[in-house]
């Protein structure tokens, strides 16, 4: 180890990156304690590594923090993640973002400060890739002097902010790829009902527990969107047609309209969702290179309505992974066996029941009988814990049901998921 370089050795420090673990190794000799002070390029304080932080005054924490920080000289990335700390002095905090600014790429922060401290404007923006931002606030964002010409991802937890600031964040990150809302506190001006939000580079972005009457993301290069938990009268795309992947789950939306140009998509997963299938179909209908399709716990808005494998089949003839799972309504059911169209393609198939039926057996032949390529079969069933009389019938001629069919497709695996 003598003959490490020190450059190395400050490398191999960065790797260890939780404070904890770092401090105790360059107390190793001197040419460690030096890779630490000039070569150490990531630190990380988080609660879970070391479970004395736990036991520590917030103010014994503060300093322990301020100390380490700044015994280096060219910090890269820096955590700061305390989950049992209510919050932080605001003047340990400024000063620690103060010190790394001029080196500071990666900054991950979750700690309320008080007051509040506006980590936008004191972090430093010239080089910043990366900030994941966790209860607090932001306010004043004035993109004619505060440019992150780097910034390329923003995740946004639990934080405080107008739909005027937001908007105004994302116009000063000119090269913003990836986006995270989750469960932000959004304020609205009384002359503002919708939210509006415009990046020519975002290329990602994820949404989860957002309550708004109108969002309309205009995206020309964005490639996935997922919207989870979220309540939402409209939503709205406007892009040119670079969407790969569609994720919706556990989404309240009156109106949704990802734009006309669908011929990109590749994923489409919709879970305990509501939808009117000829709306979301007619959406969707485009994207012949679509690879994968999962409808989960979806309802119809309409309970004639269905979705046919002939549709599904034509439409789609890359598909290679298809989950679907139904709730048999009075003998209704969702996804019709009609037409004859194969799903040659599909090598994995994933179905599930929320409350089984003999017919759900006959849906699996059915399906099994279109997919001549299958190689994987993953069943998902619900099973209550007070099982009636009629319950464990069900399950049981079901079993024997599979059993017997599967005889038929012995190069197929199996797979059973209970819950």
Avoid at 210 to 215: A, C, E, R, T, Y
Avoid at 221 to 226: D, G, P, R, V
Avoid at 275 to 297: G, N, T, V
Wanted: hydrophobic content about 45%.
């Amino acid at each position: 180890m003598e003959y490490l370089p020190v450059e190395v050795v400050g490398n191999i420090l960065s790797r260890l990156c939780a404070a904890h673990d770092v401090v105790i190794a360059s107390a190793t000799c001197r040419k460690w304690r030096e890779a630490a002070k000039n070569h150490l390029h990531s630190l990380s304080f988080n609660s879970t590594d070391w479970p004395v932080y736990r036991d520590l005054t917030t103010s014994r924490l503060e300093i322990l923090i301020t100390q380490t920080i700044f015994q280096t000289t060219g910090l890269q990335y820096l955590a700061i993640v305390m989950d049992d700390v209510d919050e932080f002095s605001a003047a340990p905090v400024i000063a620690w973002l103060m010190y790394t600014r001029e080196t500071l790429r990666h900054l991950l922060y979750n700690v309320r400060t008080a007051p509040n401290v506006n980590i936008l404007e004191k972090c430093g923006r010239q080089k910043l890739e990366t900030l994941a931002l966790a209860h607090n606030s932001i306010t004043g964002v004035e993109p004619s002097y505060q440019k992150y010409p780097c910034l390329k991802s923003v995740t946004l937890s639990y934080v405080s902010i107008s739909a005027l600031d937001l908007s105004l964040l994302l116009s000063a990150c000119p090269k913003i790829e990836a986006l995270a809302l989750v469960n932000p506190e959004i304020a609205m001006s009384d002359a503002q009902a919708t939210m509006e939000l415009s990046s020519p580079s975002l290329k990602s972005i994820y949404v989860e527990a957002i309550s708004l009457d109108k969002f309309i993301l205009e995206a020309d290069s964005l490639k996935s969107l997922q919207l989870k938990d979220c309540t939402l009268e409209l939503f709205e795309l406007i892009g040119k047609g670079t969407l790969k992947h569609l994720r919706i789950d556990d989404v309240s939306v009156i109106h949704l309209d990802i734009g006309e140009s669908t011929e990109n998509l590749e994923i489409v997963d919709v879970s305990n969702f509501t939808i009117m299938w000829p709306k979301f179909y007619h959406m969707i209908s485009r994207s012949s290179r679509l690879r994968r399709l999962r409808l989960w716990s979806v309802v119809f808005d309409d309970e004639d309505e269905i979705v046919d494998l002939e549709t599904i089949a034509v439409c789609f003839p890359q598909l290679s992974h298809l989950s679907l799972s139904y709730d048999l309504r009075e003998g209704f059911l969702p996804y019709g066996l009609q037409g004859s169209s194969p799903l040659e393609n599909v090598v994995v198939l994933e179905l599930g029941w929320t409350v089984i039926s003999d017919t759900f057996s006959l849906w699996v032949a059915g399906l099994l009988e279109r997919c001549s390529n299958i190689k994987k079969l993953v069943i998902h069933g619900v099973v209550s814990e007070a099982k009636t009389h009629e319950e464990c019938y069900m399950l049981a001629n079901f079993t024997t049901s599979i059993v017997k069919l599967m005889r038929k497709y012995m190069h197929v695996d199996v797979q059973f998921v209970y819950e």
